[in-house]
């Protein structure tokens, strides 16, 4: 159930990160970073709840 998860994770970070590169080559640079910002805590956030949380999954 866990690797289901962070496929799931890792299929978002990569949308949030080709938005922010499309936003970065279109120089709206305060969007790309902002989107960049949001995907890394969309997917780091889980990803130590996962492995260094205390609960059963």
């Known amino acids: 159930m866990k690797y289901l998860i962070i496929l ?3 299929a978002l970070f990569i949308y949030m990160f080709s ?3 499309y936003n970065w080559a279109k ?3 305060l969007a790309a ?3 960049l910002i949001i ?3 969309a ?3 889980p990803l130590y709840i996962i492995f260094y949380g205390n609960y059963e999954l």
Do not use: P, Q, T
């Open 8 to 10: 799931f994770l890792v």
């Open 19 to 21: 938005f922010a590169r």
């Open 27 to 29: 120089k709206n640079r």
């Open 33 to 35: 970073i902002g989107s």
């Open 39 to 41: 995907g890394l805590a």
């Open 43 to 45: 997917v780091l956030l």
